[in-house]
């Protein structure tokens, strides 16, 4: 069965950190562009960050430039998503996808690109 889980949310204070988990079973994340997505209440998906395939090129949002950082354990068919100085407006639900492409040589990633998806993962920041 192909899924993708989440792990590693909860509450943290401001200026605390997280990392966030995504664990592949059924696919190989390496082979994928894997980005993780977050969706406030009311507001459309916003894309966080993407890990390419290889070479380990990333790309980030604005809003978390110089906090979030990207990694992948492909041994253990996880992709890491280090968060670091949350703040209030971090707080949401964050799911990680895969891009259905494989070996895709972007690191830039729409929803309407992935086929696959966690269930997402609570992120709390709040004092």
């Not at 605390?16 to 995504?22: A, E, F, I, T, V």
């Amino acid at each position: 069965q192909l899924q993708l889980v989440e792990s590693g949310g909860g509450l943290v204070q401001p200026g605390g950190s997280l990392r966030l988990s995504c664990t592949g079973s059924g696919v190989l994340l390496d082979r994928h562009v894997v980005g993780w997505f977050r969706q406030a209440p009311g507001k459309e998906r916003e894309a966080v960050s993407c890990l390419g395939t290889s070479g380990g090129r990333t790309n980030f949002a604005d809003s978390v430039k110089g906090r979030f950082t990207l990694s992948r354990d492909n041994a253990k068919n996880k992709v890491y998503l280090q968060m670091d100085m949350l703040k209030h407006g971090d707080t949401t639900v964050y799911y990680c996808a895969k891009e259905s492409a494989f070996y895709g040589a972007s690191v830039t990633i729409r929803p309407g690109q992935c086929d696959l998806w966690g269930h997402g993962t609570q992120v709390t920041v709040s004092s």
